[in-house]
């Protein structure tokens, strides 16, 4: 009868996995049919053959055009000089452009000098327009400008403007003079821009620095501590804490201890000495609990009636 009853439960069991398996596999073979035309992800759109998908359009056809200048105009070159002459004369315009020595990119000018700017311009064919634009750094003051060319200035924005018209000349000269200012430092950088019609615009620069003489600061004197006397230990003479060690007081003129002033030795009972710190004693480690708490006789109790159960039905 035991017998008859375990192959009939195994039997049992067998059924019903095979049921549940073939349920299974019969809801995914539908689900995935009713998801055949779907997208494979909600941000792809449905996927076709790639036999219906449309031709592509035919390639179109593009023409360009490049137009290229007979001519360009040229901010050959930059540079700055002293002025030979500290004049502002108008009237004396050649002599006031009197260059003196050249001052390399990065070079140092000093406050109240007068500089001039030399902006060199060069032509690759005649008859070319061309502008020319200098804006001076407000740590500068505007004097004046040389130049063949017909130039303006717009005095608020320190702007010197040139404009040629069907020029034809090579190596042209444009000249500005200005006047560093005395309250300032740091550096003074200056462009030129030169623009030929649609052409893209070209410039040239240069930047000086200002040189300011400082002063060497003199040397501060600074007093040398004399020696101090080492504090007294216990029963040393004093005449206030300071003449005492730091764990020490000034008591009837010789060094104690706060707690006990009036032991000699500066020991009180049960303490130890100033200065000193007794160590205590290393705490013995604790040992670890040992026993078995009534969850674990529980647990292996109900284990071992497992184990039993399982041989009993095996038998």
Not at 70 to 78: A, E, F
Not at 96 to 118: C, H, K, M, R, T
Not at 132 to 145: A, E, R
Not at 207 to 212: D, K
């Amino acid at each position: 009868m035991k017998n008859f009853f375990k192959g009939k439960a195994a039997t049992a069991i067998i059924l019903l996995a095979t049921f549940v398996l073939a349920g299974i596999a019969i809801f995914t073979a539908i689900r995935l049919y009713q998801l055949r035309q779907q997208p494979v992800a909600p941000n792809v759109p449905s996927s076709r053959p790639r036999a219906q998908e449309a031709s592509p359009p035919p390639a179109l056809c593009s023409l360009s055009f490049t137009f290229t200048l007979q001519g360009t105009v040229s901010c050959s070159s930059k540079k700055v000089y002293l002025a030979a002459n500290n004049t502002t004369s108008i009237a004396t315009k050649s002599a006031d452009f009197a260059l003196g020595s050249e001052i390399q990119n990065g070079g140092n000018v000093s406050p109240g000098q007068e500089i001039i700017y030399v902006i060199g311009i060069n032509e690759s064919d005649s008859g070319l327009s061309y502008t020319t634009t200098d804006i001076l750094n407000s740590k500068l003051d505007y004097i004046n400008y040389q130049s063949t060319d017909n130039c303006s200035v717009n005095s608020t924005t320190q702007t010197v403007t040139c404009t040629a018209t069907d020029s034809g000349r090579t190596n042209v000269q444009i000249k500005i003079k200005a006047k560093v200012k005395t309250a300032t430092t740091g550096s003074i950088a200056n462009t030129a821009t030169v623009a030929v019609g649609q052409q893209t615009p070209v410039s040239c620069n240069v930047s000086v620095n200002i040189s300011t003489s400082s002063s060497t600061p003199s040397p501060t004197a600074t007093a040398t501590p004399g020696p101090q006397a080492t504090p007294n230990s216990c029963g040393g003479t004093c005449g206030s804490n300071f003449n005492c060690k730091s764990d020490l007081v000034c008591y009837n003129g010789l060094c104690r201890n706060p707690s006990c002033s009036s032991s000699a030795n500066c020991v009180c009972s049960g303490t130890s000495a100033p200065g000193t710190s007794g160590t205590p004693p290393a705490a013995a480690p604790a040992l670890p609990e040992s026993g078995t708490d009534w969850p674990t006789i529980v647990g292996a109790g109900f284990g071992i009636l497992i184990i039993i159960g399982s041989l009993l039905l095996a038998l």
